[in-house]
């Protein structure tokens, strides 16, 4: 247990110290969220309706953008064969440096996501909402993410193939993530299910993510 | 053991060149046979001859799942047993099932526009169905970017099942997602059951399109081994001259 959290604890520090890459995915999620108006027009009514949807599919590019140095720092300096070779399941250590990079990068998103709600014209409660179900469906985000970046860890463009990749597969999330939100606004009374499924889709991210995720980089690096 | 004397290249490609001709004449013939009983087919009441585009579109959708499900036995050959065809058969069948989504697509959206009125509806099958083809296309792009054969293969596999797991899933929310944003103006209801002289010419194309992917898996599965044989030939001159 100490080597996991000796795990997470580097991982934070790195995510800390070095170029300051949680603040990039939220500036990144802030820029998003300012060029949808652009797109648009300044149609106040119009972002208030659509504004759950702007804010999730920020917060999903956002989410992906920082999802490629999972693996990659780790791999450059030789730190990444070490983790595979130690004694803690492999599986185990994917879910530490998911959950490492999931409170770096992912928790700031949802920290964000009720000032961005403003710039959208969305009430308070209908932001906290969305942060809400960001809360809940952004580590399903990092879990699934987790397997397109063990996959491309190997890869040298592994960029683009990362997002190809996971895109299609974080559909379920961002389907019942935008549900419960605009439920929540519409009709507050079927917000239960969608929020259920969503909870129920991180959990199962949770088991499969990790052992994917485990099962490539065994695969890719020997 | 079927399977384990397969496993050598060598005998795979001395049986399925016996076996190729056959497989081509049988799919030709009941290929021909199919569309020929397609085109005596009574057209329909409601939407003419267009109802015909069916007899190359179902087949077509059936195989587009059909084929990640072969590809998903071979994924687990790949990991469980590392057979050595398996990567091969993996391989060689994602550009195939990409080309019978992307032709279910098509004839879906020829058909959609005299019938729905549209060529592309947000309809929970049309959605999925396209879901389905991205994956495709992701996983011949991780094919691609991959250079040594088995780790490509490695890789792909994992891809694979992580896909045969989310497909329902993703099927599963595109469903609901549909059902809860739009009326189901376009689903149609059940309807009496097929009628035979529509029936018996789709089973004969659904069996000629499988054959069809049968033949094709055979041919580029050889074609595979025999790339490898030459790059691995090149590899060895290259170092032999070196």
Known sequence: ?222 | MALIDLANPTRFLALTARLLPWLIGVTALLMLAGLQQAYMAPDDYQQGATVKIMFVHVPNAWLSMFVWIVMTAAALGTLVWRHPLADVAAKAAAPLGAAFTFVALVTGSLWGRPTWGTYWEWDARMTSVLILFLMYLGLIALWRAVEDPSRAARAAAILTLVGAINIPIIKFSVDWWNTLHQPASLIRSGGAAIHPTILIPLLIMALAFSLLFLTLHLAAMRNEILRRRVRTLQMMQAAGRA
Do not use: Y
């Open chain 1, 1 to 222: 247990m100490t080597a996991l959290g000796a795990l997470i604890r580097r991982d934070l520090l790195i995510a800390i110290r070095a170029g300051g890459g949680a603040l990039i995915g939220v500036l990144f999620f802030l820029t998003v969220v300012v060029l949808i108006p652009f797109a648009i027009g300044p149609d106040l009514p119009l972002l208030k309706r659509i504004g759950p949807s702007i804010l999730w599919l920020g917060a999903m590019l956002a989410s992906l953008l920082t999802l490629e140095r999972l693996f990659t720092a780790d791999q450059d300096d030789g730190s990444l064969d070490l983790l595979i070779m130690s004694r803690t399941p492999l599986e185990l250590t994917c879910v530490a440096k998911a959950l490492a990079h999931w409170i770096a990068s992912g928790l700031p998103l949802v920290v964000a996501t009720p000032l961005f709600g403003l710039l959208l014209n969305l009430e308070p409660k209908e932001s906290l909402t969305v942060a809400l179900t960001l809360l809940v469906g952004t580590p399903a985000l990092t879990l699934t993410g987790m397997i397109g970046a063990a996959l491309a860890v190997t890869l040298r463009r592994g960029g683009l193939l990362l997002a190809v990749l996971v895109l299609p597969l974080s559909i379920p999330v961002l389907i019942f993530g935008v549900a419960a939100s605009n439920a929540a606004a519409l009709e507050p009374s079927s917000f239960g299910t969608p929020f259920s499924i969503l909870c129920a889709i991180t959990l199962t991210t949770l088991v499969i993510g990790p052992v994917a995720a485990a099962a490539s980089l065994r695969e890719g690096l020997d």
